[in-house]
């Protein structure tokens, strides 16, 4: 069966989330600290999915995500190339996925491993707690299924920039994932707070070129159950009024259902 290695480490704070949101959607997971990789207490080859969750990693001192791309890199940098040349997938949220960009491992057109993508602080200067709307872009086992979702941002550097041939050629091998949507679906255009960040054509998540790598600024495994939802009252309100029944989850457990049915 198909496991996952949660990523783990000093200053990452989402493990235990993302292991429940996987465990629901019916994939076994475990947390294990980079330390332990390294030592080969563990190896990367006995899974099939890497998770590298949300936080900041080593305090962000060197920039988000930096430090520990950069203790991957010197140090296990074989093992991840072998993980990504197999049917493997990789997620990377918030923090993570600033630790997939340092590594070169999205864009990675034709797998190379460069950086090409940068996640630049907020365009308000400031760090961004609030919920936001995201909308699929492109049609993958990733976003099957999935009208919306909605789900927290946590983050002082997550405005996604690249240079203008890159966002083209993002665009035409369809590797936009999500962007942030206003509640209607119609597009952010930039506007806060529904692009929290002022990110570059209001993109939120992308994948590599082979599709195999995905990463998202915003936090679906914070909110699964449909009361963590901040506006849930008003919803279950609505909801009452046209004899509808109460979800138990959120719209955000169907992402993680397909990355556990990718393995099915």
Request: glycine share 10%; aromatic share 12%; with cysteine.
């Amino acid at each position: 069966m198909a496991k996952a290695l949660i990523m783990s480490g000093y200053g990452v704070n989402s493990e235990m989330e993302t292991a429940v949101a996987l465990k629901r959607a019916g994939m076994e997971s475990d947390i294990v600290h980079v330390n332990d990789l390294i030592s080969r207490k563990m190896k990367l080859k006995d899974y099939r999915l890497l998770v590298f969750p949300g936080g900041f990693s080593y305090g962000d001192d060197t920039g988000a995500g930096n430090a520990y791309a950069w203790r991957l890199r010197n140090n296990l940098w074989s093992e991840l190339e072998e993980f990504m040349d197999g049917d493997n997938l990789v997620l990377g949220v918030c923090n993570g996925f600033q630790v997939l960009v340092n590594l070169g491992l999205l864009p990675a057109f034709g797998q190379k491993y460069d950086r090409q993508i940068a996640l630049m602080p907020n365009a308000s200067g400031v760090f961004q707690c609030r919920f936001v709307t995201l909308k699929p872009v492109a049609e993958n086992f990733w976003t099957k299924g999935i009208e919306r979702i909605y789900c927290p941002v946590a983050h002082g550097e997550g405005n996604f920039y690249c240079a203008q041939d890159v966002l083209k050629k993002l665009e035409e091998k369809k590797m936009i994932a999500f962007k942030y949507a206003k509640d209607d679906l119609s597009e952010a255009k930039g506007e806060f707070p529904y692009n929290p960040n002022g990110a570059l054509g209001d993109i939120a998540g992308i994948t590599s070129e082979n599709g195999k790598v995905l990463g998202m600024m915003p936090h679906p495994e914070r909110a699964l159950e449909f009361h963590q939802l901040y506006n849930w009252p008003l919803l279950k309100e609505k909801l009452k009024r046209e004899g509808k029944p109460l979800p138990d989850e959120s719209l955000n457990m169907r992402f993680f259902r397909n990355v556990a049915d990718y393995f099915k």
